[in-house]
């Protein structure tokens, strides 16, 4: 499903050169489920960003399902975003303003889905996350656990084939973080490939394989199986 | 996906409630001053365009060439000119002149002073004016009948039918039956003519039947054929002026003025201060200036828009990180937030319209005009609302959505967004606000200072407890003699002195050099009542019967005119008003300002001649018992003139009437520079607040390490003052070049002030201060724990 090679990425100041990513080289199968680990500042989030096509790479070559997209522009880009992968956050990123409904609609209203299969599609996820009770309310009126199962909920709305889900449990208390796990491991198991973003050994055990960085580039693969 | 736009727009409103109402507010004050303008200018343009005949309806002017090449045109012809270029020229239709004369009428047994028009009988067919009752074609046929307003038909007849019935008017002592024929309609707010009694030019015209062809009183009207030619009417004009005025004669006989006549459309009359003596002029100035101002307040409230929506954007790049991640495109962000301004600006526009219907009131004594609300209503005026209704939303919008669509998302998503604090747009609209704001608040203090300075100018008499009282009585020189004496005999009353009633000017030759002199007609008590001294030799005297005839004093700009060294006593005029006199200066008189401000003092020459009637009295009466003395110059009045309204006028109001525009100036100016600096400081105040939110961190930091509260918000407001240091700098010279501009208005200006560029100094540091502070304190008091934690 996605395949780099000697991806580049830079960060430059008006003097300092940053090296974010350093040639580095991976390729993930679909339905698989990975964990990306290394200390902070390693380029483990600046990987995803890449991965996700929210930021683009230097140098190197990343195919999509088979399509060359390190040249895409910023709209072709936000149009594979937004057909194929789903983001979760550490720090859930919900729109304060919009309800826990409002939230999970909108990945379907920028895909100009019709109203009444949005509410369908909307309340089937709401109730598949166990938070359907909750859907009139404000996000900072939820706990921490309940906020990430919403942006959990936003990013599989749209049956994304790629997850990518930057430290989904760095902002929770042990066993809200194990429920989201759950959450992520059930969909894993349906086909949805995760590229999963954290500090946490016991996190990490839940994927299939582990790529270690350091320094913008990977050291080692675990494989889990 | 409009719905979740909009939820947004009014969520993110109700959770960010002051700039909401800062962006509402400041916009709806901006649009409200925009749409009393459009009113002024609708009504302004709209002037006696509900005539039918508008396309072939022009005023008759005549440009006067006068002996030193100067040209002037006039509105107003002879009571002959439009009769006769009509007799002769075939294109020219109809004719209407008008006139208009205060005069006492009586009704039964009560009399009451009112402005009566004379029209010749075709008025109500060439203009419309709608009649209530009365055939337009028939209303002013009868040489005494007269047409009333419905308004003064309900004042002197109340619920009865006013057909018929009989107003008499004065003339000579006499007076003269005329019939009520018709009723008109109030006259619309937006026509030059206004009228409440109208009668038949043909009475006028029979009191005076002889043509005049050289004196200049009548506003007359031509309707011409369809189509016809107007420069070669204007020439067929000249024509029949050149042949039948006989003014080759009069040229003979001294009269070196040249009449050139012309046509001029009758719609354009109205904003045309040109043509002097049109009917209900208007300067067009009026309307450039005040839309300027309404310009500068939308433009500062636009500002503040912009300004709000930029320092706000921080807190809502998560959202726009959000929505770019999950799929948005920066054009439907760019759309969201164009919407938002566009939602704002409705809210605004409504409440604009509330705002401009309660300040109406205000606003038409303002501009002295009866405006509505339901004015705007008409196709165009809608249409122009939905213009202005756009470029508000671009202006305040489109800069914004730009600049927020823009977000990289992974930079908002990871908190790297920073604001460069450089940020130029905003800082530079910020000090276009406050220079606009300085501009006009330098340009209230210049017309204040310049008010006090006209104030205090010594006018070289006493104004104070002084009065003036005409009695139209021409011919009656003992009635007049009574009137003085008996006043002057009544206690409070200091002096009495006659003097000729309104404003002359003549002509003179002195030592061969000609000279232009204001003339006035006095007797000896002139001179005292007024406080005005002499310089040299002496007043006119009882003591001194060759006063009557061959004496006159002059004052000092007469003698510096002519250039006479030593003592001007004893000097002679040769030449006084076209005639050879001979007359002997016996005293000069300090100069005194008889005019306004305005005007330089110009040559004064006093007569006293006892052949003349002098109508005019000016009463100077004691500070005590100001009523009492009133009442008993009102008793005298009454006694010796029963039919006529007794009316007076103290020289002191008459002298602040002199600067009545500059008053009304003067309250639009002030009120344009309260609302743009109020605007401009809830804007200040969003800044700041903002301001503060983004440096919470490094505030609670500093604190920690020891800076103390004063540092703190030093450290906050220096920004800002620097800002409106540098708006200041820009405005002064504006200010002061335009200031210096309005100021050759006058003759008489106040000296150089730069008090005044101080005082709007203090002003506008004082009000951004107090503004920014409010914010900065807040902060800089907070308990560090409390911001370093909020981090």
Redesign the interface.
């Known amino acids: 499903m996605i395949k780099i090679t000697n991806l580049e990425k830079y960060y430059r100041t008006d003097e300092v050169e940053t090296v974010a990513l350093n040639k580095i080289s991976i390729e993930i199968k679909q339905g698989e489920f990975v964990a990306v680990m290394g200390p902070s500042g390693c380029g483990k989030s600046t990987l995803l960003n890449v991965l996700g096509l929210l930021d683009d790479a230097d140098n190197g070559s990343y195919l999509f399902n088979g399509t060359e997209v390190i040249k895409y522009n910023e709209r072709q880009r936000a149009q594979i975003r937004k057909q194929n992968i789903g983001f979760v956050f550490q720090s859930f990123n919900l729109i304060d303003e919009l309800s826990v409904y409002e939230n999970v609609e909108l990945p379907l209203i920028y895909l100009d889905v019709k109203p009444s299969e949005r509410k369908t599609r909307v309340e089937e996820v709401l109730d598949k996350m166990q938070i359907m009770h909750r859907k009139k309310h404000f996000p900072q009126q939820l706990s921490g656990g309940q906020q990430q199962r919403v942006a959990v909920a936003r990013a599989v709305v749209n049956n994304p084939k790629l997850i990518l889900a930057d430290e989904p449990t760095g902002n929770l208390d042990s066993s809200n973080g194990n429920e989201v796990m759950q959450l992520l491991t059930d969909l894993n198991e349906k086909g949805t490939t995760i590229i999963m973003v954290t500090h946490s050994e016991h996190d990490s055990k839940y994927s299939h394989r582990i790529i270690r960085m350091l320094d913008g580039a990977t050291v080692t693969e675990n494989i889990l199986m | 996906?409009i719905k979740?736009y909009l939820?947004?727009t009014f969520?993110?409103m109700s959770?960010n409630k002051v700039f909401a109402f800062i962006n509402i507010f400041g916009l709806s004050i901006g649009l409200a001053a925009c749409i009393l303008i459009f009113l002024y200018t609708k009504d302004e343009l709209s002037f006696d365009r509900f005539h039918q005949n508008t396309s072939r309806l022009y005023q008759l002017t005549c440009t006067v060439k006068s002996h030193d090449g100067k040209l002037e045109t006039y509105g107003i012809a002879g009571n002959i000119h439009a009769e006769a270029f009509k007799a002769e020229i075939p294109e020219i239709k109809e004719f209407v002149r008008l006139r208009d004369d205060d005069l006492v009428i009586k009704i039964g047994d009560q009399s009451y002073e009112e402005k009566l028009w004379w029209a010749d009988k075709n008025f109500f067919s060439v203009f419309s004016f709608p009649l209530i009752e009365g055939d337009k074609n028939s209303v002013l046929k009868d040489m005494k009948s007269m047409v009333i307003s419905e308004e003064y038909a309900k004042k002197y007849f109340g619920n009865e039918n006013a057909i018929g019935k009989i107003i008499e008017v004065e003339f000579d002592d006499q007076f003269v039956p005329f019939t009520v024929t018709g009723i008109a309609k109030k006259t619309p707010q937006n026509s030059s003519i206004k009228f409440d009694m109208i009668a038949s030019f043909d009475y006028l015209q029979s009191m005076n039947p002889k043509p005049a062809w050289f004196m200049l009183s009548y506003p007359s009207f031509l309707v011409l054929n369809e189509n016809a030619d107007v420069k070669a009417i204007a020439n067929s004009m000249q024509k029949v002026y050149n042949s039948k005025s006989g003014y080759q004669k009069m040229e003979k006989d001294g009269f070196d003025s040249k009449f050139i006549w012309g046509l001029q459309p009758f719609v354009d009359m109205h904003l045309n201060k040109d043509i002097k003596y049109s009917m209900s002029v208007s300067d067009p100035v009026y309307s450039y200036i005040l839309s300027c101002i309404a310009l500068f307040i939308l433009i500062i409230a636009c500002i503040n828009f912009v300004n709000l929506m930029v320092a706000q954007s921080l807190k809502r790049s998560?959202?726009i990180?959000?929505?770019?991640?999950?799929?948005?495109?920066?054009k439907?962000l760019f759309v969201q937030f164009i919407g938002e301004a566009f939602t704002m600006c409705f809210i605004a526009f409504g409440l604009a319209f509330l705002i401009a219907e309660l300040s109406l009131p205000y606003f038409n004594t303002l501009a002295e005009k009866e405006l509505s609300i339901g004015y705007l209503f008409d196709a165009k005026l809608i249409a122009g609302f939905v213009l202005l209704f756009l470029i508000t939303v671009l202006a305040s919008g489109f800069y914004p959505a730009l600049v927020l669509s823009g977000f990289d998302?992974?930079r908002t998503?990871?908190n790297r967004t920073t604001f460069s604090s450089k940020n130029y747009l905003v800082k530079g609209l910020v000090v276009l606000q406050f220079s606009l704001a300085t501009f006009l608040i330098i340009g209230t203090l210049f017309i204040y200072n310049q008010l006090n300075f006209l104030k205090k100018v010594d006018l070289g008499y006493d104004d104070k407890n002084l009065l003036q009282v005409s009695i139209s009585k021409g011919d009656n020189m003992a009635l007049l003699r009574q009137f003085q004496d008996k006043v002057a005999a009544l206690p409070g009353v200091e002096s009495v002195a006659p003097t000729m009633d309104g404003d002359w000017v003549t002509s003179g030759k002195v030592d061969g050099k000609n000279i232009e002199a204001k003339y006035d007609f006095i007797g000896e008590e002139f001179l005292p009542t007024m406080k005005v001294p002499l310089i040299e030799g002496r007043n006119f005297s009882k003591e001194f019967p060759g006063d009557t005839s061959t004496c006159v004093l002059v004052n000092q700009a007469f003698v510096k005119e002519v250039g006479w060294k030593g003592s001007a006593i004893g000097k002679t005029i040769k030449e006084l008003n076209g005639m050879e006199q001979n007359l002997k200066v016996v005293g000069v008189v300090r100069d005194y300002h008889f005019e306004s401000l305005h005007e330089k003092i110009i040559p004064q020459v006093f007569t006293c001649d006892k052949m003349v009637t002098l109508q005019r009295f000016l009463i100077s009466i004691g500070q005590k018992n100001k009523s009492k003395t009133l009442a008993g110059i009102e008793q005298v009045y009454t006694q010796l003139l029963p039919y006529h309204p007794f009316k007076y006028e103290f020289i002191d109001d008459v002298n602040k009437q002199y600067y009545k525009a500059e008053d009304k100036w003067k309250q639009i100016i002030s009120m344009a520079a309260i609302l743009t600096i109020f605007i401009s400081c809830i804007g200040l105040f969003g800044l700041s607040s903002l301001a503060v939110q983004k440096r919470v961190k490094e505030i609670g930091v500093r604190k920690v390490l020891g800076a103390s509260v004063m540092q703190i918000s030093n450290l906050l407001t220096r920004n800002f003052i620097s800002l409106i240091a540098i708006a200041f700098v820009i405005a002064v010279p504006a200010a002061w070049y335009a200031g210096n501009m309005w100021l050759q208005n006058y003759a008489y200006r106040m000296p150089f002030n730069a008090s005044i560029f101080l005082l709007a100094l203090v002003i506008i540091l004082v009000v951004s201060l107090a503004t920014i502070s409010f914010q900065s304190i807040k902060a800089a008091i907070t308990n560090p724990v409390k911001s370093l934690r909020s981090e």
């Open positions: 996906m979740n939820l947004l969520r993110n959770r998560k959202e990180g959000v929505r770019k991640v999950i799929g948005g495109s920066r439907q998302p992974v998503l990871y």
